[in-house]
Each structure stands twice: as structure tokens, then as C-alpha cells.
């Protein structure tokens, strides 16, 4: 396909700055294949850009669920039944898919309730806010970018955000006793999708206890990867990918789980695990729920699927056969110790 010729913006104008602030990032992109690339094939875990066949470390499919062959092959049943997607927002109606995957939730995170969004990053920018509810957000300074997002969200609602050094219960606690009034949110990622390495999960959930605040964990590169563990289960990654809290043996009491069905399900979909009355509480406050477009039938399908494959895909072997192999190798390393 013939390339349109790059414009250039005035000299002096707003855009013409901006982008000459990102000059770094053009000479990134020049010398990486994997920016921003136009991929025009798959064939397993290669993928072709242009000419160049390249091995695939970057893809989140950690399962390689997305070309799993029953999970490809259910799916037309369920658009037979649902068409493409469901037209309403949430708030006006759902299929019964959502329900069914709800439950499914409850009872493989061992959670009171759970509610459906699209995404990890509709569901940070909107429950961040009423869960903060003009108290105060404690940020991991190295929490994902959309968490810090919800949080300048709450703070144009009214809360104070302030971050603590990075998985360091010291200054996170230096700060709660900074703050003692009002809701206290303290936010941090579950298993870090850069390091592969989980948060001092028991330390800060003993704090959120201690100070009646609430542990909001982003768990989505561990959601479907790593789970519960027993004396009788040999991986390392313990079993059912329920998760972070469930794989450290914590409780949920004081703890709010997210996570997204973007990654190991290879689906569009994301949740939060809470008690149930915060579910009513959201299913009348977040935008995501009242006026977004839902996840695709294909989506909650594959979602659907997933659940179906898990016990095989994460007990048997380890998640690592078509997934991503950085990932797999850092969260390996991390994890590979004993229960
Ligand atoms: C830790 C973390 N949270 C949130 C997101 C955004 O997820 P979503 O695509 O569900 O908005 C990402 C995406 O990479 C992520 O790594």
C-alpha cells in the first residue's frame, strides 16, 4: 500500500510543540519493529510486519487462548444465538452471559460478588473516584498508568492523592497516619506486568485493615496465570489462575480485586471483585455501566471458554506452551518456590 506523505504542522502551534516533545519517541519507533507496527499475518506465536517475520515475546494471550482451536470454534454458536453485540449499555440491559460469567467469578476467586466492565481502564477511571469519594488515594508510585488516571479523576472529585515509594508498607503507612480522615484508598498492581513480581500483598493488606482503609489491587497480568496453592500442587503457579490474593493466601476482607479478561483470556472484559453492596452502589455510579458500549458476544464467548480450559491450561503444565515467553519467564523466576 502506496504511504501517504507525513504533513508536517505549523511552526509555533500547539501540535507542532507536542509533537516535538515526542521527537524521542519517532526515533524509537524507527529502530523497533514492534511500535505502533502494522502486523499483516499471524502464524502462531510469529507475526509478520511487511516483509519481516518476527518471533512474538509481546503479545498478553499468555495462555495463547486467542488461538486455541475449540475456544475459536465455540464461538459461532453464541453469535447465532446473540448476533455480533449487544446494543444497550449496561445500565439498560445485559445478556444472561453476564450473569453466568459473575458467578463463575464468585465462586473461582472466592469473592462476594463481581461486576463486569469492558476494560481495566473504564474500571479504574470509574471506581477509583466513587470509592475515594473525596478521602484520600494512596498510590504505588510504580502503579499502571490507568490507576494514576482514576486517581486524577478522584482528585478532580474532590480527594487528595498522594503515592508512597514503591511496594514500601513504611511510607505507605507514614501516610495513612498523615490521613486519618475520610475513605483511605490505597492502590496498587497485582502481579507488575514489567517484573512479573507480586506486591507485599500481606503487608499491605494488614495495613489497609489496620487503618480501615481499602486495598485496591490491579491484578491483571495475574488473573489467569497464577492461583491457589496446596501441598498437593506442584506448579509453581498454583492452580486455577484465580489471582494474586488467592495464589499468597490472603483474604479479601478490606481488599478490592480487579482485573481484565484482556490478557490470559484473550478477551475484551474486565471486572472488580466487591461486596455487593458496592456492586449496587456502581451499577448506579459508573459511567462504564450506565452509558458505555458492552463487551462484544465474542468476547464474552471466548471469556466463557476460558473458564472451560482453565483447569487444564494452568494446572497441568504452567501457562508458558504458546504464551508470552518474557513473561512467563519473569513471573517463572519469581514464583518457581515452594508452597
Ligand atoms: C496493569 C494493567 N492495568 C490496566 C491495563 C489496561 O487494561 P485494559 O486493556 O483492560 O484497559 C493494563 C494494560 O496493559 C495493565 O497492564
Known amino acids: ?192 506486568s514489567m517484573t512479573g513480581n507480586p506486591p507485599r500483598l500481606a503487608e499491605l493488606a494488614a495495613l489497609a485493615r489496620a487503618y480501615d482503609a481499602i486495598l485496591y489491587v490491579d491484578d491483571g497480568h495475574g488473573f489467569g496465570v497464577v492461583g491457589e496453592r496446596s501441598r498437593e500442587e506442584l506448579c509453581p503457579y498454583g492452580r486455577r489462575g484465580n489471582g494474586v490474593v488467592r495464589h499468597l493466601g490472603e483474604r479479601y476482607d478490606n481488599v478490592v480485586l480487579t482485573a481484565g479478561f484482556s490478557k490470559a483470556y484473550s478477551s475484551l472484559l474486565a471486572f472488580i471483585a466487591c461486596p455487593s453492596p458496592v456492586k449496587r452502589l456502581l451499577k448506579i455510579t459508573a459511567p462504564p455501566y450506565l452509558y458505555s458500549g458492552p463487551s462484544p458476544i465474542a468476547s464474552l464467548a471466548s471469556s466463557c471458554w476460558g473458564y472451560r480450559s482453565m483447569p487444564a491450561g494452568v494446572t497441568s503444565s504452567g501457562p508458558c506452551s504458546t504464551a508470552r515467553p518474557s513473561v512467563c519467564w519473569t513471573i517463572s523466576r519469581s514464583w518457581a518456590r515452594p508452597p
Request: hydrophobic share 40%.
Open 1 to 192: 500500500m502506496a504511504e501517504s506523505p507525513t504533513v508536517q504542522p505549523e511552526a509555533g502551534t500547539w501540535l507542532e510543540s507536542w509533537l516535538r516533545a515526542c521527537a524521542e519517541l519517532d526515533r524509537l519507533q524507527a529502530g523497533n519493529p514492534l511500535l505502533d507496527a502494522v502486523i499483516d499475518e499471524v502464524d502462531g506465536r510469529r507475526i509478520r510486519v511487511g516483509d519481516r517475520w518476527l518471533h512474538d515475546f509481546a503479545s498478553c494471550n499468555y495462555l495463547g487462548l486467542d488461538l486455541d482451536r475449540e475456544v475459536i470454534e465455540g464461538i459461532p454458536a453464541y453469535l447465532d444465538r446473540w448476533g455480533t453485540h449487544p446494543g444497550w449499555s449496561r445500565m439498560l440491559g445485559s445478556p444472561v452471559l453476564y450473569e453466568q460469567i459473575e458467578a463463575e467469578l464468585r465462586e473461582l476467586l472466592g469473592v462476594e460478588d463481581a461486576l463486569l466492565l469492558p476494560t481495566l481502564t473504564h474500571i479504574h477511571a470509574a471506581v477509583i473516584p466513587v470509592l475515594a469519594d473525596g478521602g484520600t488515594v494512596l498510590l504505588d508510585a510504580r502503579a499502571h498508568k490507568t490507576i494514576h488516571d482514576g486517581a486524577v479523576i478522584a482528585r478532580a472529585r474532590g480527594a487528595t492523592v498522594e503515592r508512597f515509594a514503591h511496594d514500601d508498607p513504611d511510607d505507605l503507612e507514614r501516610l495513612l497516619r498523615q490521613h486519618p480522615r475520610g475513605p483511605r484508598l490505597i492502590c496498587t498492581d497485582g502481579i507488575n
